[in-house]
């Protein structure tokens, strides 16, 4: 008699776990269920409630029973075959045969969202989480057919709570930016692109919306100087740098010269000029440039490495090795101020000093062709001939290298 009130104590029990997990699995529970209710133990009903508690947060597909998994495998394929209306028809089947499978539940809801149909993929995805609060990756697809709706602010809560399970979907990053956007927090938008962008730096959807924001804040920002005064010296030597950064070096040289004749000693400004003539090999004027920028700080390490580079250039080796040094005084770490010494020296006609310079820049950058070709040089008018082959054989293979990367660029870039 007790053992029958306890059995049809299991409606829910025989109607829905019987048809979701093994026989095996199923007798358990109803075993222990049985034990508790005839014997009244607290350890026992304890251990009853971890075992439904295990078993019902989260349901493995191997756990469902074979009609299930055949109506799921059946809906794949007719999703495969984009017949949604019958996939739709056996995630249908497949829940009234296990109403509160989160599983089943959120496919159906990803295929409803499929269909634009978020406020039906909404509900069955809260119905999953009201059954299993982190059952993996249904947050993420609903806080997605939130977006979908327009609700954003819910849509961030969705991604948050997504964010807060072991293994959040892969794209949440993403759109919770997206969310952030609308919601026009911008700051924590890029915050959120940039988390995106660690898990996979070359997605292109999300460099994209970054470079869309910082242009979007970059083009405030100048609309603003400009309300404020059209010829001031910021907008000029702001626009100056953005032409700078499109490689439009004619129109930054008009607007680092405006911003100049506004404010004559605005310290960066001649360096910025002699960056653009350098970058049109108007090596004069850019040497200019670059002398009245020493004036304003004589250890830079690029104006010190820019001029060695002219004099190096122009043959003028002694010249040169006073700012190179200076270059690579301010970084060490830096293989070009080495090569260019090395270079100098052998000008000079001092090998060792040259071969010095040149073995500390391959040790700071083992790539560069040049530097093992003149090293190859060097030991040969040396007379070690077995260096000298050493440092060509490492430069033809280089070579070699880089010209193999150059026709795979080529082949490989659309026409």
């Excluded at 869309?212 to 100087?225: K, T």
Aim: with cysteine; hydrophobic share 40%.
């Amino acid at each position: 008699m007790e053992e029958e009130k306890a059995i049809e104590g299991l409606p829910t029990l025989k109607h829905g776990l019987m048809k979701s997990f093994s026989a095996l699995i199923y007798a358990v529970i109803v075993r222990l269920w049985l034990i508790a209710m005839l014997s009244r133990s607290s350890v026992l009903n304890r251990c009853l409630i971890v075992c439904w508690i295990v078993l019902g947060v989260s349901q493995p597909l191997s756990g469902l029973s074979s009609d299930v998994k055949s109506l799921l495998e059946q809906a794949r394929a007719y999703e495969k075959a984009e017949d949604y209306e019958g996939a739709a028809r056996s995630y249908r089947q497949a829940l009234t045969l296990t109403p509160d499978d989160p599983e089943v539940l959120k496919r159906l809801g990803i295929l409803y969202q499929t269909e634009l149909k978020f406020r039906e993929s909404i509900e069955l995805f809260e119905r999953a989480l009201s059954i299993s609060a982190r059952y993996p990756e249904v947050n993420f697809f609903l806080g997605a057919s939130n977006l979908g709706l327009n609700q954003f602010q819910r849509a961030t809560e969705c991604f948050r709570a997504e964010l807060s399970t072991p293994k959040p979907h892969p794209r949440c990053h993403y759109y919770y930016a997206i969310a952030l956007v609308s919601l026009g927090r911008a700051d924590d938008a890029i915050a959120q692109f940039n988390l995106s962008l660690t898990r996979n730096p070359k997605d292109a959807d999300t460099l994209y919306q970054l470079g869309r924001l910082h242009m979007n804040a970059s083009l405030e920002i100048i609309q603003r100087l400009t309300d404020l005064d059209p010829d001031s010296f910021q907008l000029h030597a702001l626009i100056g740098e953005v032409y700078a950064n499109n490689k439009r070096y004619e129109d930054s040289l008009k607007e680092y010269r405006a911003a100049l004749a506004k404010r004559p000693g605005a310290p960066g400004i001649h360096y910025a000029l002699g960056v653009a003539y350098r970058n049109l090999k108007q090596i004069d004027a850019a040497e200019k440039e670059f002398l009245e920028a020493l004036r304003e700080d004589p250890q830079d390490f690029r104006v010190n490495l820019y001029l060695g580079e002219f004099a190096v250039g122009r043959g003028n080796y002694a010249g040169a090795i006073d700012y190179l040094r200076v270059a690579s005084a301010a970084q060490p770490g830096a293989a070009r101020p080495h090569f260019l010494l090395g270079k100098s020296y052998h000008g000079l006609k001092d090998l060792e000093k040259a071969k010095a310079e040149l073995l500390i820049a391959t040790a700071v950058d083992s790539n560069d062709t040049e530097t093992h070709f003149l090293l190859a040089k060097v030991y040969r008018e040396q007379g070690d001939t077995k260096s000298s082959a050493r440092e060509m054989e490492e430069f033809q293979r280089l070579s070699l290298a880089e010209k193999a990367k150059v026709y795979e660029r080529a082949r490989t870039t659309p026409q």
